[in-house]
């Protein structure tokens, strides 16, 4: 399996929901990010959190991290009809500035008018 | 907001080609990838580089890739003799020198098309 696994794969709920996407990863790592990609765009940065962080919020989203299950949550408050993308967690896991990102398969979130 | 730009935003190319795909990363970043998305599949990173040199690249990029900074603001991918498999999209990001834990800012991607 893969570094940086989401579940679900797709969510779809109404407007004024609130939607959470999970992430799991296997290696140790120094910080992970989610991003979002509306279709047929680029990646969107949202939300980078340390490993040494366990909890961070930027506006309507809030993301945790548990180091020792390896895993993390992105939840998304009081969604819109905007929010709909696809969104992805990545895992830096480098010793160094500039290391690779390791993306996981993806959460399709449909907000639903 | 400083973004990454990437042109072109689609490119059709016969098998067997060459292509060179461009970026312009955020002026003062000085660490630069370049990323690929094949349909339906997730993000796979293919090089990073720093200091007008290679720092890492995955198993993916092979002989048939080369990157250059050809001047101050561009960052190039160059595929050589294209294959079918090639088809993907190619996103360029950037991120600062200031330590570790810097997000990348990516790019809205080419589209390479290999008829």
């Known amino acids: 399996s893969q570094q940086g696994e989401e579940d679900p794969q797709a969510l779809s709920i109404q407007e004024g929901e609130n939607a959470t996407m999970n992430c799991s990863y296997k290696t140790s790592i120094n910080n992970l990010q989610w991003y979002r990609q509306n279709s047929g765009r680029g990646l969107v940065h949202l939300i980078l959190?340390?490993?040494?962080?366990r909890e961070k919020h930027s506006g309507r989203l809030r993301v945790t991290l548990d180091t020792s299950k390896k895993s993390s949550s992105l939840l998304i408050t009081a969604s819109r009809a905007a929010d709909t993308a696809s969104y992805f967690c990545?895992?830096?896991?480098?010793?160094?500035?500039?290391?690779?990102?390791?993306f996981g398969e993806g959460t399709q979130l449909t907000v639903n008018p | 907001e400083p973004e990454v730009t990437q042109t072109p935003s689609h490119q059709v190319t016969q098998m067997g080609q060459e292509v060179i795909l461009r970026c312009v990363p955020i002026s003062n970043h000085l660490y630069f990838y370049w990323y690929r998305q094949i349909l339906g599949q997730k993000v796979e990173f293919l090089v990073s580089f720093y200091n007008n040199e290679i720092s890492e690249k995955s198993e993916i990029f092979d002989d048939q890739f080369s990157v250059e900074r050809p001047d101050g603001s561009n960052f190039t991918l160059k595929i050589r003799s294209t294959k079918l498999e090639d088809s993907a999209m190619y996103f360029c990001?950037?991120?600062?020198?200031?330590?570790?834990?810097?997000?990348?800012?990516f790019g809205d991607g080419t589209r390479l098309s290999i008829l």
């Open positions: 990001a950037s991120s600062t020198e200031q330590g570790i834990n810097q997000p990348q800012h």
């Open positions: 990545a895992t830096d896991a480098g010793e160094t500035s500039g290391s690779r990102l390791t």
């Open positions: 959190i340390r490993s040494n962080e």
